[in-house]
């Protein structure tokens, strides 16, 4: 049985064929942002986020130096109190 007259017709072409070269998109294409957003939004867009994340980080950051500072401030307090 010829592949093209068979029962499924051109199924290997159909699922698993070449794409077309206008199908194919480039990594730079794929991380652009919304169509409706200009190049000056996208990047001020980006250093927001990037701006937002180091905030974020020091602010982590800044929280687990409060915890220590308790930690050591009631150890120190509970020695005082048994003195």
């Known amino acids: 049985m010829n592949r093209e007259t068979n029962l499924y017709g051109n199924i ?17 294409q794929k991380k652009s942002g919304p169509k409706d957003m ?3 939004d996208q990047t001020s867009l980006s250093k927001l986020f990037k701006v937002n994340r180091l905030l ?6 800044t929280k687990r130096e409060l915890e ?16």
């Not at 974020?56 to 950051?61: A, G, R």
Request: aromatic content about 2%; proline content about 0%; glycine content about 4%.
């Open 12 to 28: 290997f072409e159909q699922l698993g064929g070449k794409t077309d070269s206008k199908d194919k998109t480039t990594i730079s």
């Open 38 to 40: 200009s190049e000056e």
């Open 56 to 61: 974020q980080k020091q602010l982590d950051e």
């Open 68 to 83: 220590k500072t308790k930690a050591q401030l009631e150890k120190q307090t509970k020695m005082n109190t048994l003195l």
